[in-house]
């Protein structure tokens, strides 16, 4: 107990070392990229077996929900109301590419078809577990690494992408008039209430295992506040790259402990089919932006095949859209919860049953 305590305090140190390096030398999401070096460091340097606090990293998702529901204020929402339409296209279309580039994978990785659909769903890493566990004919471990080394590719292709497509001043995380600062908009009382309403939801949630309760339990909150009080505010920058460390150190172990099994043919499927399905999402939106009224940054963070909160933290680095780009991702995980993972489902009892 005591030297798992003192491994985190050390990757802790590190991270926000690291970190603090990186932005004096304007380094991209400097508290991204830190808190993955650190953990990186620690378990491939120093050797260190790591167990970060679930709650932590849980913390500090729910921290940057509430940053990114603060974002949805009633102009916001107005604005994103007559954009539905691309909204639902982007999503078709990124999961009819998934399913495409699951035929390659298949061959590639020399997998069946089972293990190659629930390994290429993008943003659905929970259902498609679940649904690989019921199959009999998937390769739950295939369909795992697949899933969870996809944030590898995430972490390191949609930044540079995002950045060098941004046409915003870097560092703001929304666009619209500026809101002021959580602590000078927020008295005790408003807090109090927000904290036991994001506990509500996020309980109700967790009762019917929903999907990324920590981002979502805190956005629907900060929407109805927004909706209901018209008090408006943004998190303080402290605030931000806290829950940024927080959070990503937790993803740094994960990725340190991935590169050891990323190996032979099903590492190199594994790239191809995350490197394809990053470039094509880029390649179909940039066609996209010449119809729409929106920039290619915003559009590509929206369709990234990744986990939303990583796509967020970018979102925000790079001055994007952050309401926009979360209401794709939103969407995104209703649509794979309520439509696609009941109809992959049905098509994998089928196929099993014949």
Request: net charge positive.
């Amino acid at each position: 107990m005591k030297k798992n305590l003192l491994n985190n305090v050390a990757v802790l140190v590190l991270a926000v070392g690291i970190s603090l390096l990186l932005k004096l030398v304007h380094m991209l999401l400097p508290f991204m990229f830190g808190p993955i070096i650190a953990a990186i460091i620690c378990v491939k340097g120093f050797k260190m077996e790591l167990k970060w606090p679930f709650w932590i990293s849980q913390l500090g998702l729910i921290v940057l929900g509430v940053q990114i529901g603060s974002t949805f204020t009633k102009t916001v929402i107005g604005d994103i109301k007559d954009d539905w339409m691309t909204v639902i296209s982007i999503s078709i279309m990124l999961l009819v590419i998934a399913l495409v580039v699951s035929l390659l994978f298949k061959k590639i990785a020399r997998v069946n078809t089972e293990t190659a659909i629930l390994s290429v769903i993008p943003g659905a890493l929970s259902q498609m577990l679940l649904m690989a566990e019921e199959d009999k004919k998937a390769n739950i471990m295939v369909v795992s690494l697949t899933q969870t080394s996809r944030i590898i590719f995430v972490v390191i292709l949609v930044p540079f992408i995002s950045y060098f497509t941004s046409t915003s001043n870097h560092g703001d995380s929304g666009k619209g008039a500026i809101q002021p600062d959580f602590t000078d908009a927020i008295g005790i009382p408003h807090f109090i209430i927000l904290a036991l309403a994001i506990a509500i939801v996020y309980f109700l949630m967790s009762k019917i295992n929903f999907p990324t309760k920590q981002l979502l339990a805190p956005i629907f909150v900060l929407i109805g506040w927004n909706l209901i009080t018209n008090i408006t505010f943004t998190l303080d920058n402290y605030l931000i790259a806290a829950a940024q460390v927080m959070y990503m150190i937790r993803i740094g172990i994960q990725i340190a402990k991935l590169l050891d099994q990323l190996k032979g043919r099903i590492a190199f499927a594994i790239a191809f089919q995350n490197i394809t399905l990053i470039i094509v999402s880029f390649i179909m939106v940039s066609l996209i932006a010449y119809f729409t009224n929106h920039s290619i940054n915003d559009l590509f963070l929206g369709a990234a095949p990744g986990g939303m909160s990583q796509i967020i933290l970018v979102a925000m680095e790079t001055g994007a859209d952050v309401a926009l780009i979360s209401s794709y991702h939103i969407f995104r995980v209703f649509f794979i919860l309520f439509l696609i993972a009941p109809l992959i489902n049905y098509y994998l009892k089928y196929r099993s049953s014949s």
